[in-house]
């Protein structure tokens, strides 16, 4: 089954505008987790956000979850053209093996 | 600060084929990782790994996909006999533990192109 869908799949925004990606999941999770991926590049990881958790920042980053409705968004303010990646939810299910389940992502174009 | 290592960054290969992807963790996370990437598509898990034992793997993970930590330090992923659909990226993993609060740092890749 699908986890972790992002919307919008892609993201095209004037720098300086607020960026907001959303992403739902299916089943039950420990936490869920924020990666941007530069173009042919590795993972890099932006913020975790524990089950328990509703709201968390980072920096210009804004994560809120919502257990309930089975989603998350990211909020990235005062965007940078070097915000330009693509950006992946993954979630830690219930196993104690620490197996992410990614989504499909968002690519955001910040232009200068 | 500490990072995943891995090498090659690119490997060509013929179908049929075995490759070895390294990867060095973290020197003190004890959980070790591979994901693979289908250009354009999400990073998808392959298999986990911890105290010497594979702990998950999923089902694309068969038996042409093996995992080896030979040395104490390296972390490698062997396929046997390569198939064209095994072209990826290759992400290699690690974390400290495996609980909720944990997070996993990932290597640059190995771009794998199987001809």
């Known amino acids: 089954s699908q986890q972790g869908e992002e919307d919008p799949q892609a993201l095209s925004i004037q720098e300086g505008e607020n960026a907001t990606m959303n992403c739902s999941y299916k089943t039950s999770i420990n936490n869920l987790q924020w990666y941007r991926q530069n173009s042919g590049r590795g993972l890099v990881h932006l913020i975790l956000?524990?089950?328990?958790?509703r709201e968390k920042h980072s920096g210009r980053l804004r994560v809120t979850l919502d257990t309930s409705k089975k989603s998350s968004s990211l909020l990235i303010t005062a965007s940078r053209a070097a915000d330009t990646a693509s950006y992946f939810c993954?979630?830690?299910?219930?196993?104690?093996?620490?197996?992410?389940?990614f989504g499909q992502g968002t690519t955001l174009q910040v232009k200068p | 600060e500490p990072e995943v290592t891995q090498t090659p960054s690119h490997q060509v290969t013929q179908m049929g084929q075995e490759v070895i992807l390294r990867c060095v963790p973290i020197?003190?996370?004890?959980?070790f990782y591979w994901y693979r990437q289908i250009l354009g598509q999400k990073v998808e898990f392959l298999v986990s790994?911890?105290?010497?034992?594979?702990?998950?793997k999923s089902e694309i993970f068969d038996d042409q996909f093996s995992v080896e930590r030979p040395d104490g330090s390296n972390f490698t992923l062997k396929i046997r006999s390569t198939k064209l659909e095994d072209s990826a990226m290759y992400f290699c993993?690690?974390?400290?533990?495996?609980?909720?609060?944990?997070?996993?740092?990932f290597g640059p890749g190995t771009r794998l192109l199987v001809l």
């Open positions: 790994f911890y105290n010497n034992e594979i702990s998950e």
């Open positions: 020197s003190n996370h004890l959980y």
């Open positions: 993954a979630t830690l299910g219930s196993s104690n093996t620490g197996k992410l389940i």
């Open positions: 993993a690690s974390s400290r533990l495996a609980g909720v609060q944990e997070t996993q740092y």
């Open positions: 956000i524990r089950s328990n958790e």
